[in-house]
């Protein structure tokens, strides 16, 4: 398959901090997850793959445009759709006329079209019924969600989103989850999260990265994969477990190198992250 | 041409307008005083430098954008955005000059043409700034550091700036005309640098 988005060397530094450090990948159509703890890198390579940020070093092409270059760029820019970690807004606009105003930097000229097309958005992310209300007034998942539509709008074959869930309530999150999938049928998405259930309900690939590198790339089934025989039932914390921590039964839940004849527990998609990080952990430290 | 058309009301609605109106009242208030007695007619030139200062201090708040962010990606160029946002404040910005030039007594008014080019280059400074601001941070309002810089800097060129290259000067001082040659060069080095700033960069500079 034809890769969306595809990804060689990107490097990208802050003063000394290798935000990104020699990253290589391939996107598909579908929802790719992007896991990592706080300072891995992710939301600096959402930004590069949005072409919000230059990078240092590397080259990649979306769509079969390359961003290197001012036309490629706006070429990319035509087909994207970006949620930043913290969208801002106008607050006066109501959520049509920010949709609206998206549009149009989106160069959607042909008002008819366009406003069908926000009408469209706002019905999918389910604000139709408060598409005349000002931003100031909706509360912070409908912001997010009028962020989304923003996003959404243009019908972009590559989407971007940076940590979409965050602050919401299950309900929402819920909800954001049918977005993301549907939002995924017959396009590209690069949804970065620190929520593994959302991966393992949301994403046919998963990314790993720490330290501004990619420790894994694969499928969710494969990630999981990784703590098969690392993950043990125990009545004590076992001293020995990279993690380990009291279940509601009652008994300890434990990741690392289980002790021989430890009672072996079904892993997670958040046992194979856990130790993922654990392993790339200890390569930098080596 | 017709996405600037289609731009124009919305980006109305974006610019702080607010703020740009309390910084021209200032500045008219400011320039008032040079209706208020002899002596205040003989500093017209210095009270009108501060209505310059306290105007370009609201400008510098003119590339503001709390959706920055939201729209990074898009593919209306930056310099189109800048350019849409300075043209439209720009007719404010000449009405509220012609108001204040016209506030000071004809016999005390400094001559237009230099003290314009005074209040322009202030005005190209403070947007510059911002287009910088924008340029090589993340923020999203970069209008109040801005301004600090703004004033800081206009207070130290008044304290430290060289004589020989001075830019603030009365108007009798047999300085005037060099101190306006060097207006200028100021005025076109900030319409350089904000025209660079403007541009979105494709490659960051290599530090490995």
Known sequence: MTPTVSASGLSLRYGGTRALDDVSLRLTPGV????????????????????????????????????????GRQEVRRRLGYLPQTPGFHPDFTAFEFVDYVAILKEMTDRGVRHREVRRVLDEV?????????????????????????????????????????????????????????????????????????????????????????????????????????????TERDPGAKAGWRTGTGTFRNVGAPPPGAELLEPTLEDGYLLTLDDAGAEVAA | ?????????????????????????????????????????????????????????????????????????????????????????APAAAAWWTAALLLVPPGVRPPVGDITLEAGAACVLAVTGAAAGVRFTEVARPGLPVAGGLLTTAVLVMLFW???????????????AAAHDRWGVVLAGAVILGAVCAVEPLRRRVRF
């Not at chain 1, 309900?171 to 993301?180: G, K, N, S, V």
């Open chain 2, 1 to 89: 041409m017709p996405l600037t058309r289609q731009l124009v009301l919305p980006v109305h609605r974006t610019l702080p307008w607010g703020v740009v109106g309390m910084a021209g009242v200032a500045g008219l208030l400011l320039t008032a005083l040079t209706r208020t007695g002899e002596s205040a007619e003989r500093l017209s030139a210095y009270l009108l430098r501060a209505a310059i200062l306290a105007f370009a201090v609201g400008l510098a708040f003119l590339l503001d954008d709390p959706a920055r962010h939201t729209t990074a990606a898009v593919p209306t160029p930056r310099p189109v955005r800048i350019a849409l946002r300075v043209a439209l404040a």
């Open chain 1, 32 to 71: 790719t997850g992007l896991l990592g703890p706080n300072g891995a890198g992710k939301t600096t390579l959402l930004r590069v793959l949005a072409t919000a940020l230059p990078a240092d070093r590397g080259a990649f092409t979306v769509l079969g445009h390359d961003p290197g270059t001012a036309r």
């Open chain 1, 126 to 234: 389910g604000l139709a019924d408060v598409r005349g209300k000002r931003i100031r007034k909706l509360s912070g998942g409908m912001r997010q969600r009028v962020a989304l539509g923003a996003a959404l709008v243009g019908e972009p074959g590559f989407l971007v989103l940076d940590e979409p869930t965050v602050g919401l309530d299950p309900e929402q999150r819920m909800r954001f989850r049918e977005l993301i999938a549907g939002a995924g049928e017959g396009r590209t998405v690069l949804l970065s999260t620190h929520q593994t259930e959302d991966v393992a309900m949301l994403c046919h690939r998963v990314i790993v990265m720490a330290a501004g590198r990619v420790r894994f790339e694969g499928t969710p089934a494969e990630l999981t994969a990784r703590a098969a025989g690392r993950v043990w039932s125990s």
């Open chain 2, 162 to 176: 060289p004589g020989r290259w001075a830019l603030f000067v009365p108007v009798e001082d047999e300085r005037w």
